[in-house]
């Protein structure tokens, strides 16, 4: 494992520190506005990494197939979806101002479901990072050094505001900064957990690599749609969410192409 992979690793993860940080030094729980503004970003930015960093390299990997190279991208997109959709069927877990939890009924804390619900999000990130960084050690021409670190972070950019997300409303319900502080960090270790992973996963597969691209790109629209959208959007003040959706959208877009 080279050095351009193990800093592809960590990026994303100290996106999600160093967010988490944020409660250390913010008196206040983050007002509804920044709140919706944070998730449209991230919104933005999955959905677009989705597309030029995953979905685009599957096709262009199965180019050889004529007009059937968009086949392994629509499967595995499919595949991704089906994944979360499970997940989110069997973990249990609560989303950021939602009063009812999700997944099968449990006895855990409201704080713990709310960690889980993030946790659950940075899965297919973690993938998806782990996917690209396997092409890049397999020689895969479509994937350069430049688009693997653009992907890690574009992620590490929204991850920064999830972490905020996370813990400051855990210190807002009673717990200390310190744990406050953990919470967020612990969910945001699946990533590079997820990711090193993929990796040993995706380096005895090599031929599978644009199913397994469009898999992380399927998981990770699937959060977007499921979780991030309606949080952006409900209530007052969802124009501020859709602005910024397509400003972490083009933000993404741009690192791919000007970094890949």
């Known amino acids: 494992m080279n050095k351009t992979t193990i800093i592809g690793l960590l990026i994303p993860f100290a996106g999600t520190s160093l967010g988490s940080a944020c409660v250390f030094f913010m008196k206040k729980q983050l007002g509804d506005k920044v709140q919706k503004a944070l998730t449209g970003f991230a919104a933005g930015v999955m959905v677009a990494a989705s597309v030029w960093s995953l979905i685009i390299p599957a096709m262009d990997q199965s180019e050889n197939m004529g007009k059937l190279s968009f086949l392994p991208a629509f499967i595995g997109f499919w595949l991704g979806i089906l994944f979360l959709l499970l997940l989110d069927s069997v973990i249990p877990h609560l989303h950021l101002n939602a009063t009812q939890s999700e997944g099968p009924k449990s006895k855990l804390k409201r704080t713990t479901m709310m960690v889980l619900a993030v946790t659950l999000h940075n899965i297919p990130?973690?993938?998806?990072?782990?996917v690209v960084l396997a092409g890049l050690l397999a020689g895969n021409a479509t994937i350069t050094t430049g688009g693997a670190l653009a992907l890690a972070i574009g992620i590490a950019i929204q991850n920064f505001p999830e972490g905020a997300i996370i813990s400051m409303p855990l210190c807002a319900e009673g717990k200390s900064k310190g744990k406050a502080f953990l919470g967020g960090v612990l969910s945001g270790a699946?990533?590079?957990?997820?990711?090193l992973l993929t990796i040993l996963a995706a380096g005895l597969f090599v031929p599978a690599m644009p199913y397994l691209l469009s898999f992380a790109a399927g998981a990770m629209v699937y959060v977007v749609v499921e979780?991030?959208?309606p949080e952006m959007s409900e209530g007052k003040h969802s124009?501020?969410?859709?602005?910024?959706?397509?400003?972490?959208?083009?933000?993404m877009m741009a690192l791919d192409v000007a970094l890949g």
């Open 125 to 130: 990130e973690g993938m998806a990072v782990g």
């Open 190 to 195: 699946v990533e590079p957990v997820g990711a």
């Open 227 to 229: 979780e991030l959208i």
């Open 239 to 251: 124009n501020i969410g859709v602005v910024m959706f397509a400003f972490g959208f083009t933000l």
